[in-house]
């Protein structure tokens, strides 16, 4: 699958473009961001690698302590990538799609550098792969998500299902939201 691209309004999502490559691009509101386009790129791990896997080494093994035999494995080749890049081309937040039953799929990896959170690059990201979960016709987006970011999970309409649990070494829960088509 190539990359993706199509445009995002700030904050606000659009919906893909009928191009074969899918690039949104948002204008950040406030911030060191403010007024410049972010770019939104979905695809698949050969394409968005060598984004997606330095921004992962930072967050989770250096910044989170999570073993690297933990952080890789081979799902990264089967699902779709989605990565966030400033103006300059950097990556700033990144995540993963992959299916997890019929109609059902998994987002795991989500990602955004220290120095960049609160600026709405995640929701961009979850949203970016809510949509291409619901353009493959999935009914149903669940993630093991960490127990710091439930809240932010929850404002996109995800809910807890069952109890706290340790993964990598951290604090999960499960949760799901259910895609509108």
């Given at each position: 699958m190539p990359f993706k691209k199509a445009v995002l309004t700030p904050w606000g999502h659009r919906g893909f473009s009928a191009r074969a490559h899918h690039r949104r691009q948002t204008t950040m509101g406030a911030g060191f961001y403010s007024n410049r386009t972010m770019t939104l790129i979905t695809g698949p791990w050969t394409e968005l690698q060598h984004w997606a896997a330095p921004l992962r080494t930072d967050v989770f093994v250096r910044e989170q302590g999570v073993p690297q035999e933990l952080e890789w494995d081979d799902l990264d080749h089967s699902?779709?990538?989605?990565?966030?890049?400033?103006?300059?081309?950097?990556?700033?937040?990144?995540?993963?799609?992959?299916?997890?039953?019929?109609?059902?799929?998994?987002?795991?990896?989500?990602?955004?550098?220290?120095?960049?959170?609160?600026?709405?690059?995640?929701?961009?990201?979850?949203?970016?792969?809510?949509?291409?979960?619901?353009?493959?016709?999935?009914?149903?987006?669940?993630?093991?998500?960490?127990?710091?970011?439930r809240g932010f999970y929850e404002r996109e309409g995800f809910v807890t299902q069952g109890e706290v649990f340790m993964e990598a070494g951290i604090e999960h829960i499960e949760m799901s939201c259910p895609l509108s088509h």
């Open positions: 699902a779709v990538h989605a990565v966030c890049l400033s103006p300059q081309g950097q990556a700033l937040a990144t995540g993963r799609l992959l299916v997890h039953g019929p109609g059902q799929a998994r987002i795991g990896r989500m990602a955004v550098l220290a120095s960049h959170r609160g600026l709405g690059l995640g929701r961009q990201v979850l949203r970016g792969l809510m949509a291409v979960a619901r353009e493959r016709g999935d009914r149903l987006v669940c993630l093991h998500a960490q127990t710091s970011a």
